[in-house]
């Protein structure tokens, strides 16, 4: 059976996104299962609903040899060992965050001849301060973005999934301070197991507030701006993303197609296809962030980072009123 999970814990503000989440997968996918284990009580499109509580689930029995009875205070960990426990043969993870913009059957089909498959990291590698240096691994083996992963019930698949998660749950408990990305330790996991894994386009993840290159429609995008993502937005940005669906670039919220010009000599030069804003505008953006550097820091912090160093009442120029009168 084929199913699309959602994996919500630690966190509650992830809750609103994943109903909006499975809703739009619904609408494009009305006959595909959704499975959701959650932290937190919740209602939405959802065929089941697994409450995850305390130290142990309800309505879940681990299969023998996973990571289903504990839960960490990690919602990387969390999202790790909780993939073990899919009820589908064949499962379609999905971030949160993620719009279904077209159906993707297909990825259910590539698990004809292989164990999962995912996207490769657009950033290469998220371990950005070198908290898990794995030197015996080529730089030509990169990140996989782990926010869209197909994979399919197997021996071998079980093992990276075991695997992933004692990677993880071993390097936070010796190095508790240092927080890292879980997809270093998925790209081991991978590297030195017997799965074998299928490099997906773009066009199944597309992290469309970074940089990447599309050939062919978008089907999944993924990202979210102060834990919302509103529909129509979202169907904004899908119109943009695929105005062009042959070879297209997109930066900086901006979407590129190249075109022949020239009529003896042809030559290339980039067409813009259109743009898209944020979903929230830049003022509105500063007024939340230092809202939340004043609820963090306090207001007298604040201003002593604004104020020149050196600076003081008689370092500034006189004022008019101040001014010697002739």
Request: aromatic fraction near 10%; glycine fraction near 6%; charged fraction near 25%.
């Amino acid at each position: 059976m084929n199913g699309a999970i959602y994996i919500l814990t630690q966190d509650p503000r992830y809750i609103d996104l994943v109903r909006v989440s499975a809703g739009g997968l619904k609408r494009a996918m009305p006959d595909l299962a959704i499975t959701v284990f959650s932290e937190f009580p919740l209602d939405g499109p959802f065929d089941k609903v697994v409450l995850v509580e305390g130290e142990k689930q309800t309505q879940l029995t681990p299969r023998a040899g996973t990571y289903g009875t504990l839960r960490t205070s990690d919602g990387f960990y969390d999202k790790a060992r909780l993939m073990l426990e899919s009820p589908y043969e064949r499962t379609v993870f999905l971030d949160a965050d993620i719009h279904v913009a077209q159906p993707f059957p297909e990825l259910f089909t590539l698990l004809d001849r292989f164990d999962c498959a995912a996207n490769h990291e657009e950033y290469i590698n998220t371990d950005w301060f070198n908290r898990y240096p794995r030197p015996d691994i080529p730089t030509s083996f990169p990140e996989f973005n782990t926010g869209v992963l197909a994979y399919k019930r197997s021996p071998a698949m079980d093992a990276v999934l075991r695997r992933w998660c004692e990677l993880y749950k071993t390097h936070r408990q010796r190095n508790p301070q240092a927080e890292v990305n879980d997809q270093p330790f998925f790209r081991e996991a991978v590297y030195y197991g017997d799965v074998r894994m299928a490099t997906l386009t773009r066009e199944y993840n597309c992290k469309f507030r970074g940089q990447g290159y599309l050939n062919g429609p978008v089907k999944l995008l993924h990202g979210h701006m102060n834990f919302q993502v509103r529909p129509q937005y979202m169907h904004r940005v899908t119109a943009v993303m695929n105005g062009c669906e042959g070879p297209r670039v997109y930066i900086a919220n901006r979407v590129y197609a190249h075109k022949l010009v020239g009529r003896l000599v042809g030559r290339r030069t980039a067409q813009r296809v259109g743009s898209f804003p944020d979903s929230d505008s830049i003022l509105v953006q500063r007024a939340r962030r230092l809202s939340r550097l004043v609820r963090e820091q306090g207001m007298g912090a604040i201003l002593k980072k604004l104020v020149p160093k050196g600076f003081s009442r008689r370092s500034q120029p006189a004022l008019m009123s101040d001014a010697p009168q002739n």
